[in-house]
């Protein structure tokens, strides 16, 4: 058993600055000044440094004798005096007489057998632990100081030493090597140096590996790159390079900017010390290459800070034609910080996943140009609900949340909403239109829709798929894999083909928990048995139907339709169309929405049935969409028995829903049309 301790393991030497007493009555240090009770009070230090030494570094570096391990803290002037640990995230603990150590987190391991094991923060009696592991957090906790009921604060700051070591080295290369004197370019070329000064190994990956271990690939370069900027005050940041010419898959390089200019830094050539390196201005922020009609961007490399972005319509006097294919979800700069994209009019073809993983993206305008929308163009943009199209672009329209094409014929892309209800022109779902929508709850598909392409919904966080009809013919491969909240999929008589995966969870041969709702012998009903998904019958027996409003039949969209009898339904509702399968039999059937007075039917359902049903918003008895003075007059009339109201009127008119009509009722319908009070919005 190897244990790692605060001896080698940490190696603590816990370090601290000088243990110098403070003048008398003064008190330096966050949070305090001594208070005149307690003048006299005083403490060694406010501030404390630490260091450690972390395990893996051992067998390079060996911490300087002159570090401690330890502080203690002393107090004059008071009485009494306890140590408390207050707030922060440094791994610091404080014993009854003011010694400050470091507090690992100790986990204790233990063999379970076939390579696996198991932790715990406690020993476990009558076992024999295979290792133990101490973790440590760098950072600031404050140690708070009691002294006679007066509380002062002192800081502790925790540095593990292999960092400190690092930026030590950083400054000593900039000190011999960087000077005022250089321009701007010398200066960079001086900072690409360093990093080819060492042998190209792709074991190490950070700046501070290839100083420990004399190497490191071209990652290990370009992160040295940036830390040595970042010791000089300029500003620079990592940059896929894998699209460059020559360049290998997953290269990376440098981008620096100094003053004003941005320079790339090329320090990632193979072999041994020393290596090539190449500094160069960058006449844009992006990257293109040249394509039919001017040039498409791959990537963005300038400032990762920026938000909101506007692409140019021409670089270097070219035209921009084309948003290449993940072009913003390469541009690792700027891609978590990006809120709003403008693009520029010139712009044609957006390729596949060139926004996705946007995470922030809140915003984007499409220009008039734009012919093409990519697959996953705008997927995992879990922020993005608003898309301006220009009106004048032909091909695409966005309403509610989705953009389709311009006759709404097919729905492209997702956004990131709730719920989505496809209008009844709707014919195709497009192809990864909503994947990875995590946003996206509920869907209502009209009976117009034919097909739904290759994973339209794959991973997404769909939990209702509620579509009308039977007119969907073909299903993509994939279209519901990975949604693992979707209880259920109605498909009807009507489908004839459906694509593997359906409901895939990505791994070879296993399925969600989805259900398939399908007719006895149909192909859906064959699919879900040949791949062994679990289904259940849909009923014959179907109550179907509109919402209408008033005496115009206006289409009423969204309101709730419940079935009670035998057993109790409550119906999907897309737009003003409802569908419901029951068993047989004679059901009350209620209709509502707020603002409405809720209505009830008796229906017999016994095979295909319609019932359209149609309520009025509270007090409009005449159901002409609003509250006047026939309205009033009316439920007058009732009040005074000159004119009873029966079933549906009098609901109408029972504003407060008491059961009767009464002045109440009126002074309501009053303030409702002075629009003091409304009743209805």
């Not at 990875?436 to 209502?444: E, F, G, M, V, W």
Request: with cysteine; net charge negative; hydrophobic share 35%.
């Amino acid at each position: 058993m190897k244990k790692q301790f605060l001896s080698a393991v940490l190696a603590l030497a816990l370090a601290v600055g000088p243990a110098a007493a403070l003048p008398e009555g003064a008190f330096s240090g966050a949070g305090s000044a001594i208070t005149a009770e307690a003048a006299s009070v005083s403490i060694n230090s406010t501030d404390v440094t630490l260091y450690f030494l972390s395990p893996s570094y051992e067998d390079v570096l060996t911490m300087p004798s002159s570090l401690l391990t330890q502080f203690q803290l002393n107090v004059t002037g008071a009485s009494k005096v306890k140590y408390s640990v207050g707030t922060g995230n440094a791994s610091v603990k404080v014993s009854d007489t003011g010694l400050i150590e470091v507090d690992p987190d100790v986990t204790y391991w233990y063999s379970s057998g076939g390579g696996f094991s198991w932790g715990s923060s406690t020993p476990q009696e009558g076992q024999e632990p295979s290792s133990i592991s101490y973790d440590i957090d760098e950072g600031t906790r404050s140690i708070i100081v009691n002294a006679d009921g007066t509380n002062y604060t002192v800081n502790v700051t925790l540095i593990e030493y292999s960092n400190y070591w690092y930026k030590e080295q950083l400054k000593q290369y900039a000190k011999e090597n960087i000077k005022d004197s250089m321009t701007d370019l010398e200066k960079l070329r001086a900072i690409a140096a360093y990093p080819a000064s060492f042998d190209y190994d792709y074991h190490y990956q950070g700046g501070k590996s290839m100083l420990l271990y004399g190497g490191g690939d071209c990652w290990a370069s370009t992160n040295l790159i940036i830390d040595l900027c970042e010791v000089l005050g300029i500003k620079a940041w990592g940059r896929n390079a894998n699209k460059d010419g020559g360049a290998g898959s997953g290269h990376m390089n440098a981008v620096a900017e100094l003053n004003g200019k941005l320079y790339i830094l090329e320090a990632g050539y193979s072999g041994s010390a020393p290596r090539s390196y190449n500094v160069y201005e960058k006449s844009s922020s992006f990257s293109y290459t040249s394509v039919t009609g001017g040039v498409e961007i791959y990537q963005y490399d300038g400032d990762p800070d920026i938000t909101e972005l506007e692409i140019p319509s021409m670089i270097d006097g070219k035209k921009v034609v084309s948003v290449g294919e993940q072009c913003f979800w390469r541009s690792a700069s700027i891609r978590d910080n990006l809120t709003s994209v403008k693009l520029p009019d010139t712009v044609t073809k957006i390729g596949d996943s060139a926004f996705f993983y946007c995470e922030n993206l809140e915003y984007v305008y499409l220009p008039y140009a734009l012919s093409t929308i990519g697959n996953n163009a705008f997927n995992s943009c879990t922020k993005l609900k608003s898309v301006d199209i220009s009106e004048l672009n032909p091909f695409f329209t966005c309403k509610d949340g989705v953009i389709y094409d311009k006759d709404f014929t097919k729905a492209v892309v997702g956004l990131a909403v709730s719920e989505v209800s496809l209008p009844s022109t709707v014919k195709v779902i497009g192809n990864q239109s909503f994947r990875d929508n995590s946003t996206l709850k509920t869907i209502n598909v009209p009976a117009s829709v034919e097909e739904i392409e290759e994973g339209a919904f794959y991973g997404s966080g769909l939990e209702e798929f509620n579509i009308s009809g039977d007119n969907l013919k073909t299903i993509g491969q994939y279209a519901f894999a990975r949604c693992y909240s979707l209880p259920s999929i109605r498909l009807g008589k009507a489908v004839e083909s459906i694509d593997e995966g359906l409901t895939s969870t990505g791994s070879e041969g296993q399925h969600t928990n989805t259900v398939i709702r399908c007719y006895e012998n149909s192909a859906a009903h064959k699919y879900a048995t040949d791949n062994d998904l679990p289904f259940e019958f849909i009923s014959e027996n179907v109550l179907s139907g509109k919402i209408f409003e008033g005496a115009d039949k206006k289409a009423l969209e969204n309101g709730i339709v419940t079935l009670k009898g035998p057993k109790t339904y409550i119906a999907s509702v897309t737009g003003n169309t409802f569908s419901v399968e029951t068993e047989p039999g004679t059901y009350t059937v209620t209709v509502g929405k707020t603002g409405y007075a809720t209505r009830t039917y008796t229906v017999n359902v016994k095979g295909e049935t319609a019932q359209d049903l149609q309520i009025n918003r509270k007090g409009d008895l005449n159901g002409n969409g609003k509250i006047d003075a026939s309205d009033l007059l009316t439920a007058k009339s009732h009040i005074k028995s000159i004119n009873t109201l029966t079933g549906y009127d009098q609901t109408i008119a029972d504003i407060d829903g008491n059961g009767s009509i009464n002045a109440a009722d009126l002074l309501k319908m009053k303030a409702h049309m002075k629009g003091v009070t409304p009743i209805w919005q």
